[in-house]
């Protein structure tokens, strides 16, 4: 069953929310953006979370030592790097799984993903100056026939009125969705219930 990641977690509410529909993967944004929170936030927030639900730390162009930091400080299972981070600089978290994205805005984008050495790569719209969570699809033609070696996580644009047809054609390990699930820039139930059925029915 394809697992479901829902990102940009700041309310006690949201944490509510997943805890209810017992998604996969909770996304907590530690980069510039809308939805960034601090490590204190964090902690309150994982402290009410199902520990059945792997906590994903999301960073852009970090420095390592803060990324372990997070990890120590907040027991996080995943790390999403969604910088412009080079192959050689996602190794070396020990036990915590590592998620590179890659913006896609062509076949090259794709090929650029088999250079990491991760445990999954997250496939993500391409916008100038932005670094995700922008609530935009790219083709998904382009997937056809790529396999990556990597297990895929499938973001960029998702809601429930188009992840089945998305998970049937990519395939992915893994859907991520964020803006997709908000009423107003806030997470809101009946989205995410909503869209946790439709990746769930298939």
Known sequence: MVKVKICGLRRP????????????YAGFVFAPSRRRI???????????????????GVFVNERPDVIMKACEELGLDVIQLHGDEPPESVRGYGRVSVWKAIRVEGADSLKAAEDYEVDGILLDSSVKGLYGGTGLRFDLDLMEGVRLRQPVILAGGLDAGNVREAILKVKPYAVDVSTGVETGGYKDFE?????????RSL
């Open 191 to 199: 989205k995410m219930k909503k869209f946790v059925e439709r990746v």
């Open 13 to 24: 509410q949201d944490i509510e929310y997943v805890n209810r529909l017992k998604v996969d």
């Open 38 to 56: 601090s490590f204190e936030e964090a902690e309150k927030l994982i402290a009410a979370l199902d520990k059945a639900i792997k906590k994903v």
